[in-house]
């Protein structure tokens, strides 16, 4: 007779994947040691990058260019900023970049980027001087607001001949190459920081930011004396710090998919919590459940079907999408296992995925909270303030009740204060929050854009 997951397997499972609301306690002790191990440069899993930039006046004003890279979606923005608190103007175009342009040569990546960006500027007759901010979104050592080196890829992201170079001066050759003149980056900055700056030029309470989405990771508000570690030339109070906080590694509740998940991976060792957390790995990590149990005979009769056979075929738009079931018989669910070629799709195989789908995102969903709760935490121990946190990324915004799920998280480790932080939606805004850094770089006298007078018609 077949057999199906016992009871046994689904306790056992709940056990591997559950975070215990001490587990979440003693991850947020853990994280403020990493914070300040990292703020004084001593070793440890958060690299804690400054940012060499603080919140904005909502006051920058003049016209930029923006690119936004760190998907697979690189956008180029035209942003015109008032200067007055009146809305912005933002145009914006976006293009794919394929596999081979993310993992062979940084040659090849930049040079689409910086023929993308020209041909942008073309299509809408744009010529002049124009300052670029751009949005680098991985982890980059920077000194100045105007130049940094990729530290590492993460995400998956191989391309050659980037690490340890200042990715500026990269753009900046590429521009030259493809014939793009009077384009200049002024300014760089990580997707969390971005994102930040948007949500903060309207909203002065915001005061970290958060990516949710293929990768993740936070970046905050920090007084620049705690900032003990050497760094270039600042001289305001307050500088944005870039956690890379999905390398945080200590006190989390791995277990041994996780480790497998991480033996397969590009990035072996490193970023410990995004491969619990972000979109690049959710589904990954159920397929390596899915073909572990039935192995062992448990699901799908013994034989594993194609899309959970090799690693990268099943994503977390899958697993979001058996998630979305809410049916008690999982039938909904059962249907997209046929879509995707199981037939017939056994109920028992459907709903014990369900259930593999809620423990793994139920888990991410609290680490990703107990991550943002330490952040704030460092220096707001007792929730005095509110917070208001900008976050972007797919995961936040299309992994079903992965929000209510954080915000259960904070009631339940703060109870009364948990209002105190606030998770706000900012959608897009690392490519916007680009243009306000380099608004705020070069002083709100602007770029002058020549080629037109009047503004041009999109
Ligand atoms: C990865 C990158 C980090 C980025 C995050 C979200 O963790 O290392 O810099 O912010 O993905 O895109």
New binding site residues.
């Given amino acids: 007779m077949r057999k199906t997951a016992g009871e046994a397997e689904r306790i056992q499972l709940r056990r591997l994947f559950g975070v215990s609301g001490a587990r979440l306690r003693a991850m947020i002790g853990a994280f403020h040691g990493e914070m300040r191990r990292g703020l004084a440069g001593e070793p440890g899993s958060l690299q804690m990058l400054p940012a060499y930039v603080d919140i904005p006046t909502g006051l920058e004003r003049g016209t930029f260019l923006a690119l936004d890279l ?2 697979t979606n690189v956008r180029v923005l035209w942003v015109e900023l008032p200067g007055d608190g009146s809305s912005p103007t933002l145009v914006e175009d976006q293009f794919q970049l394929s596999r081979e342009q993310i993992a062979s040569e940084g040659k090849l990546l930049f040079g689409a980027i910086a023929r993308f960006i020209g041909r942008f500027l073309g299509e809408r007759n744009l010529s002049g001087r124009l300052p670029l901010g751009f949005t680098f ?4 050592r920077q000194r100045s607001i105007a130049r940094g080196e990729l530290i ?1 890829w ?2 998956g992201w191989t391309a050659e001949g980037v690490v340890g170079r200042d990715v500026v001066e990269l753009l900046n050759a590429a521009l030259g190459e493809e014939g793009v003149p009077g384009v200049r980056v002024v300014s760089l900055n ?3 920081t971005g994102t930040l700056m948007a949500l903060a030029f309207l909203d002065a309470d915001c005061d970290a930011g958060c ?1 949710l ?5 936070i970046c905050y508000r920090e007084r620049t004396a705690e900032i003990r570690k050497p760094t270039g030339p600042y001289d305001r109070e307050f500088m944005v710090v ?1 956690m ?1 906080s ?2 945080f590694n200590a006190s989390l509740p791995r277990n041994r998919y996780d480790v497998l998940l991480d033996g397969a991976s590009e990035n072996l060792g490193s ?1 410990a919590e ?1 491969k619990m957390v ?1 979109g690049k790995y959710l589904g990954e990590l159920a397929r390596l459940v899915v073909a572990d149990l039935c192995g062992r005979g448990l699901m799908f009769g013994g034989r594993l079907p194609e899309i959970f056979a090799a690693r990268g075929k099943f994503g977390s738009e899958h697993l979001s999408e058996i998630e979305a079931d809410e049916t008690p018989a999982a039938d909904e669910a059962r249907a997209r296992l046929e879509d995707w070629g199981i037939r017939p799709a056994d109920g028992d195989d459907s709903r014990f995925l369900r259930d593999i789908a809620r423990l793994i995102s139920g888990r991410a969903a609290r680490i990703a909270a107990a991550a943002l709760a330490a952040t704030v935490t460092k220096n707001d121990p007792a929730l005095d303030r509110p917070h208001v946190i900008a976050v972007d ?1 797919s995961v936040f915004h299309k992994y079903p009740r992965f929000r209510a799920r954080m915000e259960e998280t904070f009631g339940e480790l703060y109870r009364d204060r948990a209002d105190r932080l606030w998770l706000a939606s900012m959608q897009d805004g690392s490519g916007f929050g680009a243009a306000i850094i380099a608004a705020a770089t070069i002083g709100s006298s602007g770029g002058a854009v020549s080629g037109f007078r009047e503004k041009p018609d999109f």
């Fill in positions: 760190g998907g979104s991985f982890a980059i590492a993460t995400k990580n997707d969390t990516i989405g293929t990768g993740t990771n870039n890379e999905g390398n970023q995004e972000s990324g």
